[in-house]
């Protein structure tokens, strides 16, 4: 077998695994949806949370959570595929990095839009909306958008930045930034908190595996081991 052939076999192995891998976390977001839907002790938690973050309103957090649950948004999405693209242009991203951050964002969207359609679990009550909200509960898209971009984000500066400063800031903002739009979702009355929940651990588990298989291929000289790291720790 010649080098071009086992490269190709090998990366042949890897997208098959990538797809059995989002397979199986997708079955288990469905999965796990359904429990969750019939379960009456997680809408109990659900409910005492809900009512406990709701309670605590106050005009200023609203308008706050209205501007921060946009960090979740297509607005948002936009921005840093944009920004990717421009980089990967000035080569300062390799086009490998571009096609895993497609690949990624389309198993993030597929998952999600895939669990929300089976599970169709009905979001909280309409009285408690701050602001409109289309579509079924589980899981939060804007959660998993969040963790999507945020670590994309996080994971291109420390491609870019061999400081250890900015890199650990990048993280940090990042985890900020899932946890307060995460925290968002339920302080505007749209979803519960087993929602966001499900978000996180579903996108940062999808990443890990992404990550583990092919970051090592996609990102660029010494700089490659820590990336791997910084996905994991998102």
Excluded: C, Y
Excluded at 53 to 81: C, E, F, N, P
Excluded at 125 to 137: F, I, Q
Excluded at 160 to 186: D, K, M, Q, Y
Excluded at 203 to 218: D, Q, T
């Amino acid at each position: 077998m010649t080098g071009a052939t086992r490269g190709l076999h090998d990366r042949s192995l890897r997208a098959a695994l990538l797809v059995v891998g989002w397979m199986a976390l997708a079955g288990i977001l469905v999965g796990v949806g359904e429990l969750v839907k019939h379960s009456g002790t997680v809408q109990d938690f659900d409910n005492h949370v809900t009512s406990v973050v709701v309670g605590h309103r106050t005009a200023s957090l609203d308008s706050a959570m209205k501007a921060v649950t946009w960090l979740g948004s297509w607005v948002t999405l936009v921005v840093v595929a944009v920004v990717t693209l421009v980089l990967v242009l000035r080569r300062r991203l390799s086009v490998a990095f571009l096609i895993l951050a497609v690949v990624v964002w389309a198993g993030t969207q597929g998952g999600s839009t895939l669990a929300k359609h089976i599970v169709q679990r009905p979001r909280p009550p309409e009285r408690l909306w701050v602001v409109s909200a289309h579509g079924w509960s589980w899981p939060s898209g804007h959660t998993a958008t969040a963790t999507l971009v945020f670590t994309i984000v996080a994971t291109i500066v420390w491609v870019l930045t061999p400081a250890r400063g900015p890199r650990l800031l990048a993280a940090l903002v990042g985890v900020v930034a899932i946890v307060t739009v995460a925290f968002s979702r339920l302080e505007l009355g749209v979803h519960w908190a087993s929602d966001v929940l499900a978000s996180i651990v579903f996108v940062g588990v999808w990443l890990l595996v992404a990550g583990a298989l092919f970051g090592p291929a996609v990102l660029p000289g010494p700089a490659a081991r820590p990336i791997g790291r910084g996905m994991s720790g998102e």
